[in-house]
T-cell receptor, first 114, second 114 residues
Framework: KQEVTQIPAALSVPEGENLVLNCSFT??????LQWFRQDPGKGLTSLLL?????REQTSGRLNASLDKSSGRSTLYIAASQPGDSATYLC?????????????FGKGTKLTVNP | EPEVTQTPSHQVTQMGQEVILRCVPI?????FYWYRQILGQKVEFLVS????????KSEIFDDQFSVERPDGSNFTLKIRSTKLEDSAMYFC????????????FGDGTRLSIL
């Protein structure tokens, strides 16, 4: 059964700092891996999707990497801003029974202090 | 940009009552999902739906739960006889294809069972 773990659970940084969020998963049989942002009381906003055959994806100040063989992904945020404060969720698109479903980590709560 | 919309945003129901949560997926999407997030816990997969039938369901999705696509635009989740432990945020998601495109999430319905 696929399990997703995110470290750290919470992170507080000063504005302008570069930071890395970590995600690990137990089963390498995945379609893809997605990073989401969740603001309090809100839905999930998809940030980046990395296909299982890819190593990384970039969008603006965000860069996500994937090492499928070791079951790891990182989300790198450059020059962090207070508006980046949110919970970041990692989810793997699990190949189980021929049907797609996302398996989520518990998230990293990021606070960027002005 | 097209969005997944969910109604209501908050539903308060007495234990034992039936509740229907509604979702309008993005119009050209073919795959539909329900997830839930109990306060402080991971987002969990409930069910996936394609071509007017359930593709996969989790252990959580027991006989009390059902899904329906009553017309060309709505996708509903019904809980027949609610329990206290059904209190959670319920998210609807949709995608245009499996595995290669991200799932897009709505803002969720907060279900409170009294």
């Amino acid at each position: 059964k696929q399990e997703v773990t995110q470290i750290p659970a919470a992170l507080s940084v000063p504005e302008g700092e570069n930071l890395v969020l970590n995600c690990s998963f137990t089963d390498s049989a995945i379609y893809n891996l997605q990073w989401f942002r969740q603001d309090p009381g809100k839905g999930l906003t998809s940030l980046l999707l990395i296909q299982s055959s890819q190593r990384e994806q970039t969008s603006g100040r965000l860069n996500a990497s994937l090492d499928k063989s070791s079951g790891r992904s990182t989300l790198y945020i450059a020059a962090s801003q207070p508006g980046d404060s949110a919970t970041y969720l990692c989810a793997v698109d699990a190949l189980e029974g021929g049907s797609e479903k996302l398996v989520f980590g518990k998230g990293t709560k990021l606070t960027v202090n002005p | 940009e097209p969005e997944v919309t969910q109604t209501p945003s908050h539903q308060v129901t007495q234990m034992g009552q039936e509740v229907i949560l509604r979702c309008v997926p993005i119009s050209n999407h073919l795959y539909f999902y329900w997830y839930r997030q109990i306060l402080g816990q991971k987002v969990e997969f409930l069910v996936s739906f394609y071509n007017n039938e359930i593709s996969e369901k989790s252990e959580i999705f027991d006989d009390q739960f059902s899904v329906e696509r009553p017309d060309g635009s709505n996708f509903t989740l019904k809980i027949r006889s609610t329990k206290l432990e059904d209190s959670a945020m319920y998210f609807c998601a949709s995608s245009v294809s499996q595995g290669f495109q991200p799932q897009h999430f709505g803002d969720g319905t907060r279900l409170s069972i009294l």
